[in-house]
C-alpha cells in the first residue's frame, strides 16, 4: 500500500514511517524536511500521487490555541483537497485522548483539526492518543529556565510514541470500518512533573523541577487520562513493557 505520512519527521511520524515500511508498505515522508510543506501546499500533488492512505501526524511551531488552529484547519484542507485530486481513500488522524473534554489552548485546536478532517470529503479514522513518553523531554525543554524546570500541573497515562505508531498502521492498513475513534493510553497514571524529576536525575542534567498551575490554562491541573484505553492484549503488554524500559 502506498501511505503518506504528514510529520514523517515528527516524535510520532517517524515511528509510523518505520513501522508501514517494516511491514513492506511504500511510504511518503511528508515533511518541510522532505521537500513538502502542508500550509503552502508547496509539493503535495507531487507527493501525494499514487497515495491510498494520508496519515496526518503533523503539527506546528506553536502551542498556543490560535495558531495552532490556524496550522491544523490549513493542514487538514490542503492535505484533503491535494488527497481528492489523488484519489485518496482514507486518513487517519493523530489527536489527543479526552480532548473532547479540553476547554481551551491547544486542545481546542486539535479539536478543530479533528472537526476540519470530519467535514472533509475523504474518510477519515482519528487515533486519540495519550501523551508520549517523548514528551516529557519536549515538557522540559520548554520548560527551563536557567536552573529551574517549570513543568505543568498534569496526570496521564503516558504511552511510547513506537505504540501509537503500531496502532495507527494497524488503522491505516485495516480494509474494515473500524470505530472512527480510537483511544490510546499507557498502562498506568503518571505524574508529569514526577516523570520529568525522574529524567533529569537519570540524565545528570543541573535543574530542578518546580509544577506550575498556569490560571490561564483551564485544563491546568486536571486528570486527562484516568483509565486504560488499550483494549488489544497486545498493545498493552506493549505498552507495558516500553513503559518499564522508559522508566528503568
Ligand atoms: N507529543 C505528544 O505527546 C502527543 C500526544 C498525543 C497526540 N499528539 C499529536 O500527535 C501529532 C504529532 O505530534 P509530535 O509530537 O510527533 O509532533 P512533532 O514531533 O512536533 O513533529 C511535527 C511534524 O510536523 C512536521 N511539520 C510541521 N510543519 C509542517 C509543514 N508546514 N508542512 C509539513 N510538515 C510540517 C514537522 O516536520 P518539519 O519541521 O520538517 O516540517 C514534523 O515532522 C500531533 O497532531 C499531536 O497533536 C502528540
Known amino acids: 500500500m502506498k501511505i503518506a505520512v504528514a510529520g514523517a519527521t515528527g516524535r510520532l511520524g517517524r515511528h509510523v514511517s518505520e513501522v508501514l515500511a517494516e511491514r513492506g508498505h511504500q511510504v ?12 503552502t501546499g508547496a509539493g503535495l500533488d507531487a507527493a501525494l500521487n499514487g497515495v491510498q492512505v494520508i496519515i496526518d501526524a503533523a503539527t506546528g511551531p506553536s502551542p498556543d490555541q ?8 490549513t493542514a487538514a484542507h490542503n492535505l484533503q483537497e491535494a488527497g481528492v485530486r489523488a484519489g485518496v481513500r482514507r486518513a ?16 481546542l485546536a486539535k479539536i478543530a483539526h479533528e472537526d476540519a478532517w470530519r467535514s472533509g470529503p475523504i474518510p477519515v479514522r482519528i487515533v486519540r492518543a495519550a501523551q508520549f513518553h517523548e514528551f516529557v523531554a519536549q515538557l522540559l525543554q520548554w520548560g527551563t529556565q536557567g536552573d529551574v524546570a517549570y513543568i505543568p500541573e498534569m496526570r496521564t497515562q503516558i504511552v511510547s510514541a513506537r505504540t501509537v505508531a503500531e496502532v495507527v498502521a494497524d488503522i491505516a492498513t485495516s480494509e ?18 514526577e516523570l520529568a524529576t525522574m529524567l533529569v536525575a537519570r540524565r545528570g542534567t543541573p ?21 486504560a484505553f488499550c483494549k488489544q492484549d497486545a498493545v498493552l503488554r506493549d505498552a507495558i513493557a516500553r513503559l518499564a524500559s522508559w522508566a528503568a
Do not use: H
Open 66 to 73: 490560535q495558531p495552532a488552529t490556524e496550522f491544523f484547519v
Open 92 to 107: 487517519v488522524v493523530i489527536s489527543i485522548i479526552n480532548i473532547d473534554k479540553s476547554a481551551g489552548g491547544y486542545g
Open 207 to 227: 535543574v530542578k523541577v518546580q509544577v506550575v498551575r498556569d490560571p490561564a490554562d483551564p485544563d491546568a491541573g486536571r486528570t486527562l487520562v484516568r483509565w
Open 28 to 39: 511518503v515522508a511528508i515533511s518541510r524536511a522532505t521537500g513538502t510543506d502542508i500550509i
Open 176 to 193: 474494515d470500518d473500524p470505530a472512527q475513534i480510537v483511544e490510546i493510553a499507557g498502562p498506568r497514571e503518571e505524574d508529569l512533573a
